[in-house]
């Protein structure tokens, strides 16, 4: 199998495990619009990204060693998974230990109440990545999508079990995910016998040691992201403005409209699970600048396209989403959703151009891009919030990423220098921020511009597109 056949097979297969799982997550926005009130969506928000924010310091960024270890045919995979395994242990005890005592923290006080749960579910959820990414770098892939879908399914159940009959709100999504979580490590376990693979003795120093030199600088960059999607939901609940609406209603609000270009993280995640296996594995082959230069051209036309194509439907798809019977002030998200789609269009550039860095191990390099983008938006997040409220926390996060894409397509090209339409991705920004402009200040007849706008980035995008699934399809 060639190497564009393997990058499709292993994203189709991703795709058919997630997309169910994916699309059944956004359905439960209805579920939690119907059930939880903007003030206490801001809470489970904050919540969810705080974990996000503590996981990879107490793993040492467990996502990203394990994968590009396991992945290395230079090791053996029980010593991988032995020493990986070790190396969590330690985290999660340090999580049971630490985590509880930051409700203590002023600015965190959104965890009174919380935060043993926080705990909990932080730990759970690292455990359950141990033993998910240990089965994708074995290339486990059927089983990895099987078990997001069982994953989302019991997610489902348990959320309809204890938000829609217990009405336990935030507490109940908290014990969702853990419960979810749980069933998931105990099916990946069983079912792929990873305790064939576990042993105190296998535990390798020298590997430890490699795995930690590898994923330490990559600890801040992942923390940095979550950083710059966290200190908008700071900010908004927060600050104080005379010229606009903030607070927890506000940022409850920003936290849905934030779920509605997940459709195009959606894409972004599937596919970002296949290209960073093909990154790892195809870095010292013939033809890599030809490989990465055509699944970049066709990434990015993808993404583009299906953004315009959800900004020319943006109403529809907002009011199928989200449920307005109990709180009405959901129906407004739609108008905040156009520029964090720029931002989560960049956002997954960036993920993508983040997979050179890791298979080359430059993680420094991954770190300062990162690092210039966290500083950009808390800046921006300064300016911005207090004069254009929600739009100015959306922008302020379009405005990092898109820095850190340049910053990274430039750098990224000195080590793979792989072909980049510079004019293309130009011509394909303006017209999507040309969609934003005709949504958000809501301009005569924007809904008929839009379809010409959508059709027009067709078309830009579809000679690369096409070229790149020949390549597919080619024996």
Sequence with gaps: MNKYKKLAFNTAVFAIGS?????????????????????DMNTKDLLETTALFLQPIFTFALQE??????????????????????????????????????????????????????????????????????VRSRDMVK?????????????????????????????????????SDFCSSVFLFT???????????????????????????????????????????????????????????????YAVA????????????????????????????????????????????????????????IKPVSAFLTNTSNYSEYATIYIYTPVLTMAVIFMSLNQFLGGIYNARKLSKNSFYTALAACVINLVMNTFLIPEWGLQGAALATFLSYYVCYWAR??????????KFNASKSIANTALILLMCYLIIFNKTFWQGWNVLVFIAVAVINSNDLLATVKKVLKK
Excluded at 157 to 166: E, L, S, T
Excluded at 286 to 304: D, M, N, P, R
């Design 143 to 179: 089983l990895f999508s099987l078990d997001g879908i069982l994953a989302t399914l019991t997610l489902f159940v348990f959320n309809v079990i204890f938000i829609a009959g217990m009405n336990m709100g935030v507490k109940g999504f908290m014990i969702s995910v853990i419960l």
């Design 65 to 134: 060693y394990l994968i590009r270890f396991g992945l290395d045919k230079k090791y053996n995979k029980k010593t991988v998974f032995s020493t990986s395994a070790c190396i969590t242990f330690v985290g999660l005890i340090a999580v049971i230990l630490i985590v509880p005592g930051l409700r203590f923290i002023p600015i965190l006080n959104f965890l009174k109440g919380n935060a043993t749960l926080l705990a909990i579910y932080v730990a759970m959820s690292s455990l359950r990545m141990l033993f998910a990414q240990f």
């Design 409 to 418: 397509i430039i750098d990224s090209r000195y080590y793979i220098n792989f």
């Design 191 to 253: 079912t792929a016998k990873l305790g064939q693979f576990f042993r105190p003795r296998w535990f390798s120093p020298k590997l430890a040691r490699a795995m930690l030199r590898f994923s330490i600088p990559l600890i801040p960059t992942i923390v940095m992201w979550t950083v710059t999607s966290l200190s908008d939901r700071l900010f908004i609940t927060n600050m104080h403005s005379t010229r606009v609406e903030l607070g927890k209603d506000a940022a409850g609000l």
């Design 258 to 313: 934030n779920r509605i270009p997940n459709l195009i993280s959606m894409v972004s995640t599937i596919f970002f699970q296949a290209w960073n296996m093909s990154a790892i594995t195809e870095n010292d082959s013939k033809g890599v600048k030809s490989f990465y230069g055509s699944v970049y051209s066709a990434y990015e036309s993808i993404l583009f396209i299906a953004s315009a194509g959800l900004l020319m439907l």
């Design 19 to 39: 997309f169910g799982s994916k699309i059944l997550v956004l359905l439960l926005t209805r579920l939690y619009t119907k059930h939880i009130s903007p003030p």
